[in-house]
């Protein structure tokens, strides 16, 4: 599984405590990061640093999910209780008189499209963040400088971030030398965002900031600069991962279903299947 152990994740904020309280909170060493014995306890205790993708339905079977709603199998019931009725009556020859029940049918099926399209692509943007990250990154282990892969990056890593790097989880900065990261992925923000490793203390009715400036955030390129930071969130419990999981329309990793076997599509109901 992909997802982070909440169990074992900071209780507390990393950007509003200090450096020492951090390291003694993700059990690590600023100066020389995990061990590889501690970092593979970790990487078994949170699983990979990964977003979870869970299996992508067809359109087809899209399309088909959208007509198991009850409105619109009521929906469907009466366009074709109309049908059989008029194919019955006095004006069984008459084609105006099968209007109804085929205008039903073509709304049903124009709306179920729609929706199955829009759930169709939902999914296209959750890979697209699957993607926001590179192969492998620089961390520090037992004091010197491994190259890892990113999936095998754990809570408590020291990460060496250069220019031109992607940011692999949710970091404190502990090191900053002019660094400039964009946060487009996160916020919309266009401009690249500066970034520090000082501590700022929130004044009493001061509005939380959405990035603070000693943090980076998993999927952020780094634009300019270099920096170390200590590893506070993986995998689906980074920001990026919260937004992935409201992408998806899940519950805890997990995905709903309905009629035993079809995923709930009901998040992403259109307003006639409402």
């Known amino acids: 599984m992909a997802s982070a152990s ?5 209780t507390i904020d990393p950007s509003e405590v200090s450096l020492e309280e951090l390291e003694r909170s993700v059990c690590t060493s600023i100066a020389n990061g995990l061990s590889p014995e ?3 306890q970790v990487l078994a205790e ?11 339905p067809t359109l087809l079977m899209l399309f088909i999910m959208q007509l198991t709603g009850f409105v619109i199998v009521l929906l469907l019931c009466a366009a074709v209780a109309s049908i059989v ?36 692509k939902a999914g296209d943007a959750l890979e697209a963040l699957s993607q926001m990250t590179q192969a492998s990154i620089y961390v520090l282990r037992d004091g010197r400088e491994v190259k890892v892969d990113v999936p095998n990056v754990v809570r408590g890593d020291v990460v060496i971030l250069g220019t031109g790097d992607v940011v692999p989880a949710d970091m404190r900065l502990i090191e900053a030398d002019d660094v400039k990261v964009s946060e487009m ?17 929130k004044n009493p009715g001061e509005p939380e900031k959405l990035t603070p400036e000693n943090m980076v955030f998993s999927g952020c390129s780094v634009t300019n600069g270099k920096g170390k930071g200590i590893v ?18 899940e519950d805890g990793g997990k995905q709903k279903t309905k009629c035993g076997c079809l995923p709930d599509t009901s998040a992403s109901a259109t307003p006639l299947q409402q």
Not at 6 to 10: D, G, R, V, Y
Not at 232 to 249: N, P, V
């Open 6 to 10: 909440t169990a074992n994740a900071p």
């Open 232 to 249: 506070c969130e993986t995998g689906m419990s980074t920001r990026i991962g919260r937004i992935a999981q409201l992408i998806a329309g």
């Open 85 to 120: 009725v008029n194919g019955y009556g006095p004006k069984k020859h008459d084609v105006l008189s099968y209007t109804t029940g085929m205008a039903i049918f073509i709304i049903v099926l124009i709306n179920a499209g729609i929706a199955a399209w829009t759930e169709h």
């Open 46 to 56: 949170d699983g990979p640093n990964e977003l979870e993708k869970p299996p992508k």
């Open 38 to 40: 501690r970092a593979a």
């Open 185 to 201: 992925a996160l916020t919309g923000e266009p401009d690249d965002v500066p970034k520090n490793k000082k501590l700022k203390f």
